[in-house]
């Protein structure tokens, strides 16, 4: 029996396209323009990939946002929530604040630098 070869993806563009957001592209990382910056982020960091990689991955993104733009993460507790709230804290200048902690969960706001 085979496999769908239908990528991650794929959920994203389908409901994009049944929302009628038009201008909603689904793509790899790789695939966003360098130059491109974000006035929000959403993001449920994969922090599971450990914690230099995750670094990386947020030295990455998270410059990219405008200076008026914000970052909304999401992470559990138990993976790290305060530490990676600490080390944002610590390496970015922007404010960090914890918004909401609900069932395990934290919210973190990167704001406006």
């Known amino acids: 029996m085979a496999l769908s070869a239908r990528s991650s993806l794929d959920p994203t563009a389908d409901n994009a396209r049944a929302l ?3 201008k909603v592209r689904a793509v790899t990382a790789d695939q966003v ?3 491109l910056r974000f006035t929000t982020i959403w993001s449920n960091p994969p922090v599971r990939i450990g914690k ?3 670094h990386q991955l947020l030295r ?3 410059p990219r946002l405008t200076d008026d ?3 909304w993460l999401v992470v559990a507790r138990n993976l790290g929530a305060d530490s990676l709230h600490g080390w944002l804290t610590d ?3 922007r404010p960090v604040d914890r ?3 609900a069932k395990g969960f934290r919210v ?3 704001g406006p630098a």
């Open 20 to 22: 009628g957001l038009e």
């Open 33 to 35: 323009p360098a130059d």
């Open 52 to 54: 230099p990689a995750l």
């Open 60 to 62: 990455s993104w998270l």
């Open 69 to 71: 733009g914000t970052a």
């Open 91 to 93: 390496t970015l200048d």
């Open 99 to 101: 918004v909401a902690s």
């Open 108 to 110: 973190l706001r990167v």
